[in-house]
């Protein structure tokens, strides 16, 4: 049977009076649905109208459904069970899908999976899928929740909503035996780099070094670049944020030199609703950042 809902009478009054027929009264069907009893009987006597035929009379406080009442109060009880087991049914199969998330690599190391286990002490109910990765992925396409995602200046991601979560300087670091001491002639240092990746070449250029004369380390693994620093073989360049702890303990030094930007890190979702599994993410994921900011 297909619907005509221009024939049916607002779905506003239909649930006035359902509940108060299971209610026994307008004064409890309005306290359930935070309006006045006031309210609640209006809309029961506009649906009265609109079928033509009286459904429920006063008696003292309560009311009491004529015969065509009882039998509508039925239909509508199991029709809105219906709906209520069917929004149910989907919550539930959404919980039970990860929430989906592409990230950088760097910040997927320094921040997302070393504090995961907080987000999970805080909701132990939703998984979590992460896909750390260099490029950018086409996350409408690929069906994930969000992306974290940093950029330089104005976001510029048709299709996508972004929501900054911290901005962070760029700064050089490298291990103490390389950097300790030194105060200048950096640019005679071995640099750890990907060649031919425009952000990182821009990046040592805005530190004013020429990418063609220095010396570069490069094993073809981006996610390796801060291990590398940290054995001492090359400085190396990231947001402030992901290389906190390194700087805390010592594993790592501040090269003497100023940072030339910042990079905004922003929570990048589809236009349209998000998951309520995703907007609790998003929400740790802030509160974690700026925890960490503060911290430093």
Do not use: C
């Amino acid at each position: 049977m297909e619907l005509d809902w221009k024939a049916l009478p607002s779905l506003a009054s239909l649930r006035a009076f359902e509940l108060t027929a299971r209610r026994g009264s307008f004064a409890a069907a309005a306290r359930e649905l935070n309006v006045t009893h006031a309210a609640i009987a209006q809309r029961v006597r506009s649906l009265e109208a609109d079928l033509g035929v009286s459904l429920a009379r006063r008696a003292g406080r309560s009311v009491v459904l004529t015969e065509a009442g009882t039998r509508l109060a039925q239909h509508l009880t199991d029709g809105f069970g219906t709906i209520a087991d069917g929004v149910q049914a989907l919550r539930d199969e959404q919980q039970d899908v990860p929430v989906q998330i592409a990230t950088t690599l760097h910040i997927s190391q320094a921040v997302v999976i070393p504090e995961l286990h907080d987000f999970w002490r805080k909701h132990p109910e939703i998984q979590v899928s992460i896909l750390p990765s260099r490029e950018a992925v086409d996350i409408v396409s690929l069906g994930f929740d969000l992306a974290i995602r940093a950029t330089r200046g104005e976001p510029d991601w048709p299709g996508l909503v972004a929501e900054p979560l911290l901005e962070s300087d760029i700064i050089a670091v490298g291990a103490p035996s390389l950097v300790g001491g030194m105060k200048d002639g950096f640019d005679a240092m071995p640099w750890i780099w990907s060649a031919g990746v425009g952000f990182e070449e821009n990046t040592l250029a805005a530190f004013g070094l020429d990418t063609g004369a220095l010396r570069n380390v490069d094993i073809g693994v981006p996610s390796m670049q801060l291990t590398l620093a940290r054995q001492g073989l090359g400085i190396a360049f990231a947001a402030e944020i992901l290389v906190r702890d390194e700087l805390a303990s010592g594993d790592l030094l501040r090269v003497p030199m100023p940072s030339p930007f910042a990079v905004t890190y922003y929570a990048v979702t589809p236009v349209g609703p998000i998951r309520p599994q995703a907007q609790d993410f998003i929400s740790w994921l802030k509160e974690t950042l700026a925890r960490m900011s503060v911290s430093r």
